[in-house]
């Protein structure tokens, strides 16, 4: 009966470790568990992974599998949402995984599969920044850029579980072009990798920092991270940099508001722990760049949640916030 | 009793015509009726004239009231939908007008409104170019664009009703700062003014055009559409300035794609009836910058429903192509 199913497993299935908790519809996480995803050891193994935190959470949990609504995974990889399939994911050694197939053969309860920055954006409107819209972005600014989209209290998805490619929207026609096909996409202006090669070049080019120094004649080795710290102890040369980034993004931003009339826009990701650094200057540019109309009704924050979102977010894709909120409840 | 309730009336209220049609669940029109819109005379004229359009169809579609669900606005205005008003209106003279509480009081029917690009968008789904997807996206290009959005089987609304702005995302950081706000917005590139603009601009300069000539020594009447003629007639000149138009304009639906992996593109509007002239280059452009996995779904097509979309859309509004719509029956 539906009335007393009121716990789902979330996963955060990483490269390296494999998150698990089991979650009440509240959000509470009863119990949580953790393990290494051996993608060393083969495909197989990062299965019999995900099968270890499964029997631990259900085993340790003290909740009866009945009580479970289901399964839900976020992922980096590519996936088919339909056929609860891994299509590919590099960091796992996984191509055409039918992990749903995997999941209700040995447990007997339904999978929802989610790419991570989606699963963070559902976390974040159920249980953080978002509670109180159908609204929002969250956006994650690594090594590249993502997003996860809610509009109208709904994922977007897309016709093939892809939507969200935030880091490779075109800010820039006359831009290089992009690995993926496209020309002056936002990733190779503003991600940790695009900041770490500016910082680079400009200091090899005779630009001074007094915190970011050459080792053996090179700057190679400067990473955003060490920008953001210079930033921090108030090196011009960072701030500067950091501030430029972040009027590249307010632009990006001020794009998806524009198509989106968002509510509330969400930040993680490693970039974002600079927040410090770069969030006022996003906001300055978002007010500056939007529609009035649009721009008034907006909030800009970073997570609340962190790196619990995807575990959390996994698990919402069964807990609904809205009866009709489809995504939730068609394919039970 | 709903299962009776098989007709909508849908409205599309311009500027210059008010267009009115009794629309049977099929997409059929029962009947039609146009007038002029009578702006000049005031706000309250166009109420009226909304009246006598409602009560000719009425009076003449031998359909009695009882089996109308309801009555569906699409207007350029910026609307309130949760509060059904008109917020404002320029081309009606129209301030803060409560359409929906003005209908219902006189036809106790329920209304909903919606921007035109959106009831386009809804119309070309459920009865036009986009009926076997979830995921598509209309886009209007006339003096201005705009587009309609609609994902995963519902229409993209955003917070204020203001989602969709497809016109002023950047596609130029560097680009000139837009009446909007943003900077190098996609509309100062690629509307029916920007191509003007930039023929007027170039044959200044002194470039030359076999079918574009100078009147009393200037270019300043030239119009998009002249542009297009002579592109049809074979000038080098305008087919060489479409071909760049086209190029920019592509890569604005790239951004597009990578955001929504969206199903199917349609495209209306006036610069759009030069579609021979700048549908190829649009698709060749998608192709050349999309993400593979993305662009490898892509149909991008011509309006089917031309000026009857707006119509057929709003009356759409009431009628549900599936059940989990949220959009279609929460208001009623």
């Keep these: 009966m539906r009335e007393q199913k009121e716990y789902a497993i979330g996963i955060d299935l990483g490269g390296t470790k494999i998150l698990g908790a089991l979650i009440h519809t509240t959000g509470e996480h009863v119990m949580e568990k953790q393990c290494p995803t051996n993608a060393q050891l083969g495909g197989q ?17 003290g909740i009866s599998k009945e009580k479970v609504i289901g399964v839900g995974v976020a992922t980096a990889g590519v996936i088919d949402s339909k056929r609860n399939t891994v299509v590919y994911a590099n960091n796992l050694g996984w191509r055409d995984v039918p992990l749903g197939d995997l999941i209700y053969r040995r447990y007997q ?7 991570d920055a989606n699963a963070a954006a559902v976390a974040e409107w159920m249980w953080g920044v978002g509670k109180e819209t159908n609204d929002l972005i969250y956006i994650t600014v690594s090594t590249g850029i993502g997003a996860g989209i809610i509009t109208g209290g709904k994922l977007v998805s897309g016709v093939g579980d892809s939507a969200g490619e935030f880091g490779h929207i075109s800010i820039n026609t006359n831009g290089p072009k992009c690995g993926c096909g496209n020309v002056g996409c936002l990733e190779n202006y503003v ?12 200091l090899s080019r005779g630009e001074k ?41 307010g632009i990006g931003i001020t794009n998806l508001i524009h198509l ?19 969030l006022p200057t996003i906001e300055e540019t978002v007010k500056e760049h ?15 949640l962190g790196s619990k979102a995807g575990i959390k977010g996994a698990a919402g894709l069964f807990f609904s916030k809205e009866l009709d909120k489809s995504y939730t409840f068609q394919s039970v």
């Design 45 to 61: 193994s990062v299965i019999e992974q995900i099968y270890f935190v499964m029997d631990s959470l259900l085993a340790e949990g």
């Design 109 to 115: 309860l339904p999978l929802r599969l989610c790419n």
């Design 290 to 304: 939007c529609i009035p109309a649009l721009s008034n009704r907006i909030t800009l924050s970073q997570t609340i």
């Design 260 to 278: 989106f009339n968002t509510e509330v826009l969400v930040f993680g990701g490693g970039v974002m722990n600079m927040a410090d650094s770069i």
């Design 209 to 249: 920092s007094s915190y970011l120094n050459a080792k053996d004649g090179s700057f190679d080795h400067i990473t955003a991270k060490d920008v953001g710290e210079a930033a921090k102890q108030g090196d011009s040369f960072s701030v500067k940099l950091l501030r430029e980034i972040g009027v590249q993004l």
């Design 191 to 202: 991600s940790g990798t695009a900041i770490a090669k500016e910082a680079q070049a400009r």
